[in-house]
């Protein structure tokens, strides 16, 4: 079976004493049974982060957080408060109160169930300024590393390998040609709205991705010790077990 980007299935987990896991040699001395990595995931828009970090953390029965829900549930809230997003002093004090959930793949923001809200793009435009603001960084990275601090986590985002967890054990930076990642977004039922079709998603992407590298404040660049994947041609299945060969030689 091949597996699509947009499409999500399981792989089934690994479990204890299973020959195929990488964390467990089914020797009880090996020190490598208990060493839970930090995986970052980095990239632009459409480049399969959020589709092969969910199948990846469920392989390996890892947690696995969206930071860029995080951000995007900020920018709901924001928007919903009448907070304007050039008020950085407000928009990073509402962080701060804010009780944000990505888990599961259900996010929510002081107890609202936003999964679906922030998949528009009118949100896909609040996240990018919302992301440019550094004192709102500083609060989401704080929280980002605390999450991530004892390890056994998939993190994806766009500043994971540089910044959140520089020293990650492993660090992916996926990408895609500009056409594949706008085809990717048009069809990714997960995003409403996305029916306005590709050439407007392409230019979409477009603007996203110029202020993701350009912005002053951990803009979206490749870390010179991440692995840099080219999903274009890639299914799923392919880029799963490419990362998965990854992290058996990480725990070799």
């Not at 996010?107 to 809200?117: K, L, P, Q, W």
């Amino acid at each position: 079976m091949v597996l699509s980007f947009g499409s999500f299935e399981s792989f089934g987990t690994f479990s204890e004493n299973d020959p195929n896991d990488p964390n467990d040699s089914n020797d009880p001395n090996d020190p490598n049974d208990m060493k839970r990595l930090v995986i970052a995931i980095d990239g632009p828009s459409g480049a399969g982060k959020g589709t092969i970090s969910r199948t990846l953390s469920e392989t390996l029965g890892y947690r696995h957080i969206d930071t860029g829900a995080m951000y995007r549930a900020v920018g709901w809230k924001a928007l919903h408060e009448n907070i304007s997003l050039d008020d950085e002093a407000a928009v990073a004090a509402l962080a701060q109160r804010a009780a944000v959930i990505v888990e599961g793949g259900v996010v929510s923001i002081d107890g609202h169930d936003v999964t679906r809200a922030i998949r528009t793009p009118e949100i896909d435009k609040a996240a990018t300024g919302v992301a440019r603001l550094p004192r709102v960084r500083e609060v989401l990275v704080a929280r980002q590393r605390a999450l991530g601090a004892e390890g056994g986590v998939v993190m994806e985002g766009r500043d994971i390998g540089t910044v959140v967890f520089p020293n990650a054990e492993l660090k992916i930076y996926l990408d895609a040609s500009a056409e594949e990642r706008a085809r990717r977004r048009a069809n990714d039922t997960a995003h409403t709205g996305s029916q306005v079709g590709e050439a407007a998603v392409a230019a979409a992407i477009q603007a996203r991705d110029t202020a993701d590298t350009t912005r002053t404040v951990s803009p979206l660049t490749l870390a010179p010790d991440a692995v840099h994947i080219d999903t274009t041609a890639m299914p799923i299945n392919e880029v799963v077990e490419k990362v998965l060969s990854l992290v058996r030689a990480k725990l070799t």
